[in-house]
């Protein structure tokens, strides 16, 4: 099993930027696909975006593609989320995940291991 702690979550103006963190611990990092997911107040939560193991392969939703970027430093057990150009509809508790591949973390197929989130809030 893995541990997930994520933290750089915050308040911030639209427009602005922040960048999430997720530190992994337990079983070897390398080995999982990681990815975030996102709920916002009332809402489901939704895939944000996933990379492979040896950070290869990424995908991300359509509604963040060309803003957010994904990667990883195994070296330091970490993935990393860089979020620009934030929107208001990007307020949301982020969630770090971890799975056996980068398609499996985004479709959310069991196995997946879930830290306990980080909250952002974008400002109008």
């Known amino acids: 099993q893995v541990q997930l702690v994520e933290s750089g979550g915050g308040l911030v103006q639209a427009g602005g930027s922040l960048r999430l963190s997720c530190v992994a611990s337990?079983?070897?990092?390398?080995?999982?696909?990681m990815g975030w997911f996102r709920q916002a107040p009332g809402k489901e939560r939704e895939f944000v975006a996933a990379?492979?193991?040896?950070?290869?392969?990424?995908y991300y939703a359509d509604s963040v593609k060309g803003r957010f970027n994904i990667s990883r430093d195994n070296g330091k057990n970490t993935v990393y989320l860089q979020m620009n150009s934030l929107k208001p509809e990007d307020t949301a508790d982020y969630y770090c995940?971890?799975?056996?591949?980068?398609?499996?973390?985004?479709?959310?197929?069991?196995?997946?291991?879930w830290g306990q989130g980080t909250q952002v809030t974008v400002s109008s």
């Open positions: 995940a971890a799975g056996t591949t980068a398609a499996q973390v985004r479709d959310a197929l069991a196995p997946v291991y």
């Open positions: 337990g079983r070897t990092f390398s080995r999982y696909a």
């Open positions: 990379i492979s193991w040896i950070g290869g392969t990424t």
